[in-house]
């Protein structure tokens, strides 16, 4: 499908030939037709694969159509900014963007002057109970990485949000973007939707594990790494890759390592770097630094190693220092970048090759646990750079042979595992049911029962099991006097 087929003004087909768009991949082809009809959408296909183009078509289609509103709801800040700033292409054809991340005790009724408005999950929620008046007009959702309704603690929040703004907008075009899972049929049944699931990549993916000099991929192949290995197997990958052209991200488990790590490797990869690269990087460094209002040792840490071509990535960085680094490292100025998993759950930097150091993270209940397959496939999903790489890497580094087996068999081998609602959690269900109530969304007891019946949750639960649920909950809002 070419973008000339799509029913648009040459102005609106202007701006995606501005991105470079010609031709749709194959999972956005198959999309596009039920997007233009005003269906319903999940689509499951994997990280760089356009999910979100397909979500901008739908909104102008029906916008430019119908008028109203497009709300954009995603996980994290950073990602919020990454959507908004893309968004922003639309103001050449009259769209009015706004990016609403702060504070989440106001209804924020300057937003009902925007046509799309881009938001976290927590932001969608607080102007729902705050009863913002403009929530009526939405008349297009776009629900990115919806499959994070299996987050026990984020997940109940962005249900309620969707089950909320549906029964408000009975009209409403529901576009749910979300990684590969396993049981999409199900998010897709719950959303009346179409459901688009493809394994379909621009770049083609080989995973495999990295141990003493050698990659083995799970395709049977091998690389052998022709570099020094004494410094360790992620200092080996990172400088093969970066002496190929390629640029690498590294993924660890906790902000400390993102540092202690980026320290070491920046030793390693100014050694390969040109004079002219020396340069520019000691400019961004500079630029790091004059940035920010008050030194930090963490900033000061930063530029140092990005004068050496590293870069860190966490949540303790100021959205300045994050910009600077994902745009350094898009425009291929920065070689490397040791991230937590945040970077991998939307925004979008990829690299040749992804290098996954840390399976396990410690969970304050439970301690050391094994991560989810989903998330390694995230993280996985960011190797290859579309119109750079012929093919993208990710290797999980392991400290011998023979962890090799339960590596390849517990992830790479495996599906990732099937989502399930949260809000099943007598918590969860205390505060949503607390809040329909009080936002008068419930008046009676069957008006929780529908409100409830018409979450993810519903779906999944037993029910007899559901009323059961929610009536021990309504007996405890009685009798500690929430409610009367």
């Not at 959303?191 to 993916?205: Q, T, Y």
């Not at 000061?300 to 100021?318: M, Q, Y």
């Not at 099937?418 to 009676?444: C, D, M």
């Amino acid at each position: 499908m070419n973008v000339e087929e799509l029913p648009f003004s040459k102005d609106v087909l202007s701006i995606f030939k501005e991105w470079g768009i010609e031709e749709f991949y194959p999972p956005q082809a198959e999309a596009i037709p039920f997007a233009l009809k005003g269906e319903n959408l999940v689509l499951s296909i994997p990280t760089a694969a356009g999910k979100s183009l397909v979500a901008y078509i739908a909104t102008l289609h029906k916008l430019l159509r119908e008028g109203g509103k497009a709300l954009y709801v995603v996980p994290l800040r950073a990602l919020a900014r990454e959507k908004y700033e893309e968004l922003l292409s639309f103001r050449k054809i009259g769209f009015k963007i706004a990016l609403s991340t702060g504070d989440l005790d106001e209804s924020d009724p300057r937003l009902g002057k925007y046509d799309i408005i881009v938001c976290t999950s927590e932001k969608a929620d607080s102007l729902l109970r705050h009863g913002a008046s403009w929530l009526k007009n939405v008349k297009v959702l776009i629900v990115d990485e919806i499959h994070l309704i299996n987050d026990p603690t984020r997940g109940p929040t962005l249900e309620i949000v969707v089950a909320r703004l549906r029964l408000m907008n009975k009209d409403l075009q529901i576009i749910g973007l979300s990684a590969t899972i396993k049981n999409a049929d199900e998010l897709a049944k719950w959303l009346n939707a179409k459901l688009v699931k493809s394994d379909w990549r621009p770049v083609p993916l080989k995973e495999g594990v990295g141990y003493d000099n050698v990659i083995e991929f799970t395709d049977g192949t091998k690389k052998i790494l022709l570099v020094d290995t004494k410094k360790g197997i992620i200092p080996a990958l990172v400088i093969d890759s970066i002496n190929e052209g390629g640029q690498v991200l590294v993924f660890v488990n906790t902000r400390r390592s993102t540092v202690a790590l980026a320290k070491k490797l920046a030793n390693e990869v100014k050694k390969l770097l040109s004079d002219e690269e020396k340069q520019q990087l000691k400019e961004i460094s500079n630029e790091m630094l004059r940035g920010e209002t008050e030194p930090t040792i963490v900033g000061e840490t930063l530029a140092k190693c990005i004068e050496n071509g590293v870069a860190f990535h966490n949540a303790g960085l100021s959205s300045f220092q994050r910009r600077t680094v994902e745009k350094k490292f898009r425009e291929h100025i920065i070689k490397c970048i040791v991230a937590t998993p945040t970077l991998a759950a939307g925004v979008n930097i990829p690299a040749r090759r992804v290098i996954i150091r840390d399976l396990w993270r410690y969970d304050p209940l439970f301690g050391m646990r094994p991560i989810p397959i989903l998330e390694y496939k995230q993280q996985a999903g960011r190797a290859g750079r579309p119109r750079y790489d012929k093919i993208g890497e990710a290797v999980v580094t392991i400290n011998n042979e023979r962890q090799k087996d339960q590596i390849l068999y517990g992830y790479l081998l495996s599906d990732t595992e099937p989502i399930y609602s949260k809000l099943g959690t007598e918590s969860a269900l205390r505060v949503h049911i607390l809040s329909a109530i009080s936002t008068n969304i419930a008046n009676s007891i069957d008006d929780i029962y529908d409100f409830i019946g018409n979450c993810f949750y519903a779906q999944q639960a037993d029910l007899n099991m559901l009323k059961e649920d929610i009536d021990r909950v309504i007996e405890f809002l009685l009798e500690n006097e929430f409610i009367e």
